[in-house]
């Protein structure tokens, strides 16, 4: 079967395009010819479809540029139509499988794909079918605000980086795609959720029950070590960023009257403010910030781990944090929200945040 696989990065910036990466190697082991689609950027993984992929834009470093092109390239990409329909007429592919496409590419390319009558499967990674900045989660708090199209509420309550300007153009971009050209709905064969709970959420915001599959994300077989090489620190590894909830235990472990140090992996738009908290609750020495590591590297900073923290404020989805953690038998220290209400009681390999901290 040939396969085009579409995602706005190619490299792994976060657990979205961890998967898209994985499993476009593993389908092609399994026999199947795929082709990637996506944007330039100078830490994508060299691919041979490269001359397909849009051009770069960055929300982040604000560029001139980037900010005059940036409400097309949201709201409707004619380079990325334009281009998405030259690799669709060269690679001839059976299914085209979507993951995140919103922003750096766009939604138009869907209606290329109805044209040729290619079938579209969408993965869905987070919450952005339904939420404006994505994540169900403003000013530290879960909200279902925009229920039945109520998308205004981005605008009112600044819930895209709490900026008034961002914040009404993604308020913009969901009425446009969900209300007024319905892009989504109209173009695509169904979506695969990772879990129940995203299943469930779409249904609560209108989303056809009968379009929705959930298929648990997969992670590679991984073997731990035994417990006599675990060394005395507890690891956070992911994304640094405010939803995340990592502030919240380093407050607990300021408290904490141990030896137990805790390790952090990775890199994001929280990190800074993350090493100023630790310096001004004097946890200098029992903190350790490592930086993004990848896997065989990760896989061994984890599996020495006495366990895996994680924290997250909003309502998590399936993280790969979470599935190589219990793939490499760790206890997971978890909150109490989102995928974690029902996988951890399944998996019998983890706890929720607030009764482990008295614990530890």
Known sequence: MRILQVNKFNYVRGGAEKYFIEIAKELERAGHQVAIFSMHHPKNIPSPWSEYFVSRISFN??????????????????????????????????IIHIHNIYHQISP???RVAKKYNIPVIMHLHDYKLVCPNYQLFVKN?????CLTHKYYNCFRLKCFKNNFW?????????????????IYQKNISFFISPSQFMKKTLIKFSWPEDKIKVLYNFSEKLENDSPDDWENYALYFGRLSPEKGISLILRAWSKIKSDTKLKIVGSGPEEDNL??????????????????????DLHK????????????????????????????????????????????RIKRRGFYLKTAISKI
């Open 108 to 110: 138009s390319i869907l």
């Open 166 to 182: 961002s914040s009404f153009l993604a308020m913009i971009e969901m009425y446009f795609h969900h209300s007024i050209l319905k």
């Open 275 to 296: 090493k100023k908290l630790v310096a001004s609750l004097n946890l200098n020495d029992k903190v350790d910030f490592l930086g993004p590591l990848f896997d065989q």
């Open 141 to 145: 708090k879960i909200c279902f605000r």
């Open 301 to 344: 900073v984890i599996k020495k781990a006495k366990f895996v923290l994680i924290p997250s404020l909003w309502a998590e989805n399936m993280p790969l944090s979470l599935l190589e953690s219990l793939m490499l038998k760790k206890v997971v220290v978890a909150s109490n929200t989102g995928v974690y209400q029902k996988l951890l």
């Open 61 to 94: 470093e604000g560029k001139w540029r980037d900010k005059l092109i940036s409400p097309g390239r949201i709201l409707y990409s004619l380079e990325a139509k334009r281009k998405f329909k030259k690799i669709i007429l060269d690679f001839k592919p059976d």
